[in-house]
Each structure stands twice: as structure tokens, then as C-alpha cells.
């Protein structure tokens, strides 16, 4: 996979590993978040079951969460009647220990 290819190249050129996973943390967590806000929604991004559904996508915001790997830069989806919260990152917070271990 293209994160073992990574994780060889940077082991070959002695680099840090923490950056690597800081950057996959990353984009695992934004991806989750999207999805727990289809899911709650109820239909997928541009799907014509959101179309007057009475709640849609409004953006995102950013947030920085720090983890052992660095500080995380989050796009946080939000939704247009502003209920959704995600459960992913808690809120408010900004660090925490259980986010590696999941």
C-alpha cells in the first residue's frame, strides 16, 4: 500500500516516522468526520436526496488538535441547522490521549 511504500521510503532515507503518521492521522480523522456528517445527514455529498431535505452541508471550520505525532489541522464539517456534533473529536477539546489508540 502506499503507506508501507512511505513508511520504507522514509526508513531508507532515515527520516522522522512521526510526520508520516501525523499526516495519515490527518487525513483518517477528516475523513471520518465527513462521513459521520453523511451519516447523519442521511445521503451523501451532491446526492439528490439532500435537495429540501431541510438540513444540508454548510462548510467546514478549522481546528488544531495536538496529539504525541504533532498538531493536527482538522476541517471540522458542520452542518446548516448547526445540530450535527461529531463524535470523533470530542468539543472543545483540543488534545487527548485516546485518539492514537483508536
Known amino acids: 500500500t502506499q503507506f508501507n511504500k512511505e513508511i520504507m521510503a522514509a526508513l531508507a532515507q532515515k527520516q522522522d516516522l512521526d510526520e508520516i503518521f501525523r499526516q495519515h ?3 483518517a ?3 471520518l468526520m ?4 453523511s451519516s447523519f445527514l442521511g445521503y451523501e455529498p451532491y446526492d ?3 435537495f429540501n431535505s431541510g438540513n444540508s452541508r ?3 471550520y478549522l481546528r488544531t488538535f495536538k496529539t504525541k505525532y504533532g ?3 482538522l476541517k471540522v464539517p458542520r452542518d446548516r441547522n448547526g445540530i450535527f456534533n461529531t ?3 470530542p468539543s472543545y477539546q483540543r488534545q487527548t490521549d485516546g485518539l492514537e489508540a483508536t
Not at 34 to 37: F, G, I, S
Open 48 to 50: 439528490r436526496q439532500g
Open 34 to 37: 465527513h462521513e459521520e456528517l
Open 87 to 89: 463524535q470523533t473529536i
Open 71 to 73: 498538531e493536527l489541522n
Open 25 to 27: 492521522l490527518e487525513t
Open 58 to 60: 454548510n462548510g467546514h
Open 29 to 31: 480523522i477528516n475523513d
